[in-house]
């Protein structure tokens, strides 16, 4: 199994600074037929399903705010809030699914400072 | 309006079955695949199974691997997943998702509101 690892475990940002939270596989989700990275973001807020915001490693979902952003190949990759604004409190997972099981990251807490 | 309502959730005891039930609408149902997700109470989240959209593939995790089972019927556009032997381990939220793509190898662009399976005694 791909195991995702995620850094760090929580994360304080002031309002309007930037936050950057990594995710890390244990092999490569880059498919070399078709160069695209099976791998999302997703954003799940207190009481609520997860959200995608982020896939194929950097293609933002239809209405998310352009402050999300992602980037990365292979193993290593990166969400960015860009400027965080209160509504961005929330957890945030990684996910492969390049094989099964489709594995998550064990997810990132998000506070404002 | 892509909508996900799943249903089914319950107690029930360690070795015993639940089946629970996603109505999916607003999208052409057979052409996408599904997939299940989990949440422990308080825990992150737990990748369950796939289903393509002809039912032609499906995937579990190891440890719902011989117990579970996913299928779907897309005359009635609904998503089902058969849970066998119960154990503690499985109490958790289940989500229904609808994967971005026709095949298993996509993500899950809407999630259900979840549906609560407790297993104890």
């Known amino acids: 199994d791909i195991v995702m690892a995620q850094s760090p475990d929580s994360l304080t940002v002031s309002l309007g600074e930037r936050a950057t939270i990594n995710c890390k596989s244990s092999?490569?989700?880059?498919?070399?037929?078709?160069?695209?990275?099976?791998f999302a973001w997703y954003q799940q807020k207190p009481g609520q399903p997860p959200k995608v915001l982020i896939y194929?490693?950097?293609t933002r979902e239809s209405g998310v705010p352009d402050r999300f952003s992602g980037s990365g190949s292979g193993t290593d990759f990166t969400l960015t809030i860009s400027s965080l604004q209160a509504e961005d409190v929330a957890v945030y997972y990684c996910?492969?699914?390049?094989?099964?099981?489709?594995?998550f990251g064990q997810g990132t807490k998000l506070e404002i400072k | 309006e892509v909508q996900l309502l799943e249903s089914g959730g319950g107690l029930v005891q360690p070795g015993g079955s639940l089946r629970l039930s996603c109505a999916a609408s607003?999208?052409?149902?057979?052409?996408?695949?599904m997939s299940w997700v989990r949440q422990a109470p308080g825990k992150g989240l737990e990748w369950v199974s796939v289903?393509?959209?002809?039912?032609?593939?499906?995937y579990y995790a190891d440890s719902v691997k011989g117990r579970f089972t996913i299928s779907r019927d897309n005359s009635k556009n609904t998503l089902y997943l058969q849970m066998n032997s119960l154990r503690a381990e499985d109490t958790a939220l289940y989500y229904c998702?609808?994967?971005?793509?026709?095949?298993?190898?996509?993500?899950?662009?809407?999630w259900g509101q979840g549906t609560l399976v407790t297993v104890s005694s």
């Open positions: 998702t609808k994967c971005e793509g026709g095949s298993c190898y996509s993500p899950s662009d809407y």
């Open positions: 607003g999208f052409t149902f057979s052409i996408y695949a």
């Open positions: 289903i393509g959209g002809s039912s032609d593939s499906t």
């Open positions: 092999q490569s989700v880059l498919y070399s037929s078709n160069n695209k990275n099976y």
């Open positions: 194929w490693a950097s």
């Open positions: 996910q492969q699914y390049y094989s099964t099981p489709y594995t």
